[in-house]
């Protein structure tokens, strides 16, 4: 399965885009129910995308999270690219529309760019 990697604030969320061109975030909260179920599906899809790197912010630790990228309920995820965000998925997901909007960009993305 696709790693995860924590992000605990603000500055580790712009560490994390800065440091990876393909990102998906993933927004959550511990007492969703919603987001403990998501999260297993959706590493299984981005194990399909080596390029992309998913980081997990728990919202009830990284508060400002919810201001700074305006989401209003989790799971939240945005699949961010040179640190624009390009889609945006929340609280019920259709796994296989997610799946193709990231082919379709992932293709386009990657098509000349052998390495990260």
Known sequence: MKEIHPLTSLDSVGAFLEQHKLSFLYVSRPECNVCHSI???LRELLEHYP???????????VEEIAA????????????VIDKKEYIRSDRFVRFE?????????YELVTQDDPAE
């Open 39 to 41: 999260l297993p599906k």
């Open 51 to 61: 390029k992309i790197h998913l980081g997990h912010i728990d919202a009830s630790q």
């Open 68 to 79: 700074k990228y305006l989401i209003f309920t989790v799971p939240a995820m945005l699949l």
């Open 97 to 105: 529309n997610l799946n193709q909007e990231i082919e379709q960009i």
